[in-house]
């Protein structure tokens, strides 16, 4: 396993990226047509290679709505559901909060669908959301200490979340707490809604990431029925490892309208064939258990995979993607995050018809249904980020 990180561009070695697409078809109407089939193979391959398998599932799935009232008066209202999943077979039940904040004098909002870290109530100071009774991780900066979250971390991470900013671009925003789906540690999968699933446990089932991202896929299939959301415009939208989280949720889930991930680094958007900061070897040593169980045997070796990240984000296609970096935020490697998105795009470009290969030369994005930003400052989901997606999935 590599235990230093490498922070030298001129040490980043020799790669080649596989091909998006080998032998694509010559005309137009054929690619779009046989894109779907190749997308398929190319989801099969992360399921092997990283995520595991994505579950699926027969719960049934109840909705309460528990509280409701104004965010913020005269412009955005809030509402928060409970999600009740049963499985049929064991009858066994857990459930999910959602938070939705919608704008104020807007029938139907597109919007944007996020997990949070620390639990609804750390998203904003509003007193009116329970505090998650969950498992939570240790940060005594925060404030959570013996992995529960008490009163005292209500909006600590409210900077991430800016309602204001995001109703006023007559955009909903919907969250949960990931740790509802699956508590991020060793022994996560016991507990949460990924404790409901019958549980084959071999080599290729799923780890935390593919069950976060089916708990968003969830979450965008309750928002679609709901009246105040304009059900074909809801984008999944991440930081960090929520960020992989909503690209694999994307990459999945056709229904969701587009995707951005926020400094999502190793197994996100960034190519794993650059050994540039965080490498899928020192992930499989540190935090196994976000992947499939066969990874930590072929984590050290991603130039013998058959797939790299830009490839993840070219399952997208050919719906909007945003990949945004910070300059500081080196771990996640933002230049491979960048390449990745210009590779992504020119299969996008592919499909448009303004290119003749799905291979770029690493040079320029090439369509504008990709967009890719970098701001000054560190690894965090600023106001920028948001900025940058408000704008991209306006232009649906
Ligand atoms: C760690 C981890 C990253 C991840 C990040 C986060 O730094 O190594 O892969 O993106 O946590 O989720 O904040």
């Not at 235990?3 to 001129?10: F, G, K, R």
């Not at 935390?208 to 984008?235: N, P, V």
Request: net charge negative; with cysteine.
């Amino acid at each position: 396993m590599e235990v230093e990180a490498n922070y030298d561009e001129a040490a980043v070695g020799e790669y080649t990226l596989p091909e998006i697409w080998p032998d694509p078809p010559r005309s137009v109407e054929d690619r779009i047509r046989i894109w779907p089939e190749r997308r398929k193979e190319i989801l099969a391959q992360f399921e092997t290679v990283l995520y595991g398998r994505f579950p699926r599932d027969n719960f049934s799935v109840s909705s309460e709505l528990f509280e409701e009232g104004d965010m913020i008066p005269g412009e955005a209202l809030r509402k928060q559901y409970r999600l009740t999943f049963t499985n049929p077979r064991s009858g066994a039940a857990k459930s999910m909060d959602v938070l939705l904040v919608t704008p104020a004098g807007v029938s139907k909002a597109p919007c944007l669908c996020a997990l949070n870290f620390w639990g609804n109530h750390s998203t904003t100071d509003c007193p009116e959301i329970p505090v998650n009774p969950n498992w939570m991780r240790w940060d005594e900066k925060l404030g959570y200490t013996n992995h529960r979250a008490e009163e005292n971390t209500r909006g600590v991470v409210s900077h991430r979340w800016p309602y204001r900013q995001i109703v006023e671009a007559g955009f909903a925003a919907a969250t949960a707490y990931y740790g509802d789906i699956y508590p991020d540690c060793n022994k996560g999968r016991r507990e949460g809604l990924a404790a409901l699933f019958d549980h084959e446990d071999d080599e290729t089932a799923a780890g935390s990431i593919g069950y976060w991202a089916w708990g968003l896929c969830a979450m965008r299939k309750f928002l679609t029925g709901l009246e105040s959301i304009q059900s074909d415009r809801i984008h999944a939208v991440g930081h960090s490892r929520l960020g992989k989280t909503a690209l694999w949720a994307a990459a999945n889930d056709e229904r969701f309208a587009g995707a951005m991930s926020n400094d999502s680094g190793c197994a996100g958007a960034s190519l794993s064939r650059r050994n540039f900061g965080e490498t899928p070897g020192w992930m499989a040593g540190v935090i196994p258990w976000w992947f499939r169980p066969g990874f930590v045997r072929h984590a050290d070796h991603p130039h013998d995979w058959p797939v790299d990240q830009h490839m993840l984000l070219a399952t997208i296609a050919p719906r909007p993607l945003l990949v945004t970096s910070a300059v500081e935020d080196t771990w996640a490697d933002p230049r491979g995050e960048e390449l990745s998105a210009v590779h992504a795009s020119s299969l996008y470009a592919f499909l448009e018809g303004t290119v003749d290969s799905p291979v770029s030369d690493g040079r320029a994005i090439a369509s504008k249904k990709v967009r890719y930003q970098i701001r000054p400052g560190d690894h965090d989901m600023l106001p920028a980020d948001w900025a940058a997606a408000l704008e991209h999935f306006s232009e649906d």
